[in-house]
T-cell receptor, first 112, second 111 residues
Framework: DVKVTQSSRYLVKRTGEKVFLECVQDMDHENMFWYRQDPGLGLRLIYF???????EKGDIPEGYSVSREKKERFSLILESASTNQTSMYLC???????????FGAGTRLSVL | QKEVEQDPGPLSVPEGAIVSLNCTYSNSAFQYFMWYRQYSRKGPELLMYTYSSGNKEDGRFTAQVDKSSKYISLFIRDSQPSDSATYLC???????????FGTGTKLQVIP
């Protein structure tokens, strides 16, 4: 079974803090993704990566950055957290032509 | 117009009912069609996927794709309270392109 592990289930941070969300997958997948999920808005793609040290902007990259130093690990960074970044963050990985994505359990982030 | 449209529900059905969940899409390049199930406060899990048009069955679940109408469906037979979740459709054109997700339909199966 594919396993995608997100480092925290719940996080509470203060406005202006730098926040790191970590994601690790154990299936040697090339592709990794970060989404945020908000009620009524569905999944929105923040950043994705097709290879180590590669990154591509998704639909809503503003206020976020990413790092992929190793194939199995993809980190999402909130440079200066703001209250409008309170959300559920989901990491996913995929491989192959069909692009089937496998998700982690999610991190529910609250920025106060 | 969104690329993928999905009725948000909620959809409430009695236990044992047949459930039909649907999505429409506009991009004729989509070739791979997926259904995800997401329980409250959890990540989405891949239920089924199909390539191009046709049906695929897995236990109580049947996925159907009609590319001529740009319409996909997920049928759940003999629905159970444990099927209560949000169901997301997803699709892509292959070739390592991004996946486009519907916003999800919330299903509640009443015992």
């Amino acid at each position: 079974d594919v396993k995608v592990t997100q480092s925290s289930r719940y996080l509470v941070k203060r406005t202006g803090e730098k926040v790191f969300l970590e994601c690790v997958q154990d299936m040697d997948h090339e592709n990794m993704f970060w989404y945020r999920q908000d009620p009524g808005l569905g999944l929105r793609l923040i950043y994705f990566s097709y290879d180590v040290k590669m990154k591509e902007k998704g639909d809503i990259p503003e206020g976020y950055s990413v790092s992929r130093e190793k194939k199995e690990r993809f980190s999402l960074i909130l440079e200066s957290a703001s209250t409008n970044q309170t959300s559920m963050y989901l990491c996913a990985s995929s491989s192959g032509l069909a692009g089937l994505q496998y998700f982690g359990a999610g991190t529910r982030l609250s920025v106060l | 117009q969104k690329e993928v449209e999905q009725d948000p529900g909620p959809l409430s059905v009695p236990e044992g009912a047949i459930v039909s969940l649907n999505c429409t899409y506009s991009n004729s390049a989509f070739q791979y069609f997926m259904w995800y199930r997401q329980y409250s406060r959890k990540g989405p899990e891949l239920l089924m996927y199909t390539y191009s048009s046709g049906n695929k069955e897995d236990g109580r679940f049947t996925a159907q794709v009609d590319k001529s109408s740009k319409y996909i469906s997920l049928f759940i037979r003999d629905s159970q309270p444990s099927d209560s979740a949000t169901y997301l459709c997803a699709m892509n054109s292959g070739g390592y392109q991004k996946v486009t997700f519907g916003t999800g339909t919330k299903l509640q199966v009443i015992p």
